[in-house]
């Protein structure tokens, strides 16, 4: 089974596939920006050491909440 979840992301995207059992596998699209998106962005990233990430361009809107993340990783 296939979790699909879309996060609030101000005006940018970010999609979330998890997977495996227990769902702890997540692919995430994009990462949006915003405090809201990075808050929830960073559990499943938090609880999940199997995790792919996927920019689909350099726009801030896009990979704005994933560069705050990795900061502080």
């Known amino acids: 089974m296939i979790n ?6 101000n005006t940018g995207d970010c999609i979330i596939l998890s997977y495996g059992q227990d ?3 997540n692919i995430v699209i ?3 920006h ?8 960073k559990k499943y990233f938090e ?3 199997n995790n792919t990430v996927i920019l689909t361009h350099y726009d801030y ?3 704005g ?7 502080e990783m």
């Not at 699909?4 to 992301?9: E, F, I, S, T, W």
Request: glycine fraction near 10%; charge should be positive; aromatic fraction near 4%.
């Open 61 to 63: 809107d896009h990979i």
């Open 4 to 9: 699909l979840k879309v996060l609030q992301a």
């Open 34 to 41: 915003g405090r809201n998106c990075i808050r929830k962005l």
């Open 65 to 71: 909440g994933f560069c705050s993340i990795a900061k």
């Open 30 to 32: 994009d990462s949006g």
């Open 47 to 49: 609880n999940s050491d």
């Open 23 to 25: 769902m702890i596998k």
